[in-house]
């Protein structure tokens, strides 16, 4: 079965970096994209961009152009995410999603950003 | 960027009852490209509808989606214990991506 497992909880201070993992499996990992979709606490989705799982290439929101950078490795079948200096608006469950016809059909269990000094 | 509002925010309703949750787009989706999520405390988001109105696989009949060009409806013909949640409609037409605000439908 189709499964997206991230990485654990993270604490950052404000101004640093995170680099979230994604581990796919149960599937051709080349055939579909991974998404990042983000949720601060309370609130709603927010999604940040998609990774190609074929060819590496990706389409980032431009709220987070020159701070976010996702990557693929294929030999692992793991999507991993980074964000830049971090702000404390950053605080966020992080979200890994797999890309179907533009919808996100299966999803990660999240991952906790915390920005604090 | 296209700008989804969703009404109401809260629906309280009993069990069996009609859930009716509408979206609202800014401009007009392009070929349907509306989506809608259901969503439980602590847990991602699970997809129900894609091409506004086409069920994901393993989504029970109740939920229904309908609607083109900027409004759009999530229907869920009977209620069930298992569906109070909030629900997100998603339009994946137009760049950047973007998600409604959430409907959250509790029990009354």
């Known amino acids: 079965q189709v499964q997206l497992v991230q990485s654990g909880a993270e604490v950052k201070k404000p101004g640093a970096s995170v680099k979230v993992s994604c581990k796919a499996s149960g599937y051709n990992f080349n055939t579909h994209a991974i998404n990042w979709v983000r949720q601060a606490p309370g609130q709603g989705l927010e999604w940040m961009g998609w990774?190609?799982?074929?060819?590496?290439?990706?389409n980032y929101a431009q709220k987070f152009q020159g701070r976010l950078t996702m990557t693929t490795d294929t030999s692992t079948t793991t999507a991993y995410m980074e964000l830049r200096s971090l702000r404390s608006d950053d605080t966020a469950v992080y979200y890994c999603?797999?890309?179907?016809?533009?919808?996100?059909?299966?999803w990660g269990q999240g991952t906790l950003v915390t920005v604090s000094s | 960027e296209i700008v989804l509002t969703q009404f109401p925010g809260t629906l309280s309703l009993s069990p069996g009852e009609r859930a009716t949750l509408s979206c609202r787009a800014s401009q007009s989706v392009s070929s349907s490209y509306l989506a809608w999520y259901q969503q439980k405390p602590g847990q991602a988001p699970r997809l129900l509808i894609h091409g506004a109105s086409t069920r994901a696989t393993g989504i029970p009949d109740r939920f229904s989606g309908s609607g083109s060009g900027t409004d759009f409806t999530l229907t869920i013909s009977r209620l069930e214990p298992e569906d109070f949640a909030v629900y997100y409609c998603?339009?994946?037409?137009?760049?950047?991506?973007?998600f409604g605000q959430g409907t959250k439908v509790e029990i009354k």
């Open positions: 999603a797999r890309l179907l016809r533009g919808t996100f059909d299966y």
């Open positions: 990774i190609s799982g074929y060819n590496g290439n990706t």
């Open positions: 998603h339009q994946y037409g137009g760049s950047p991506w973007t």
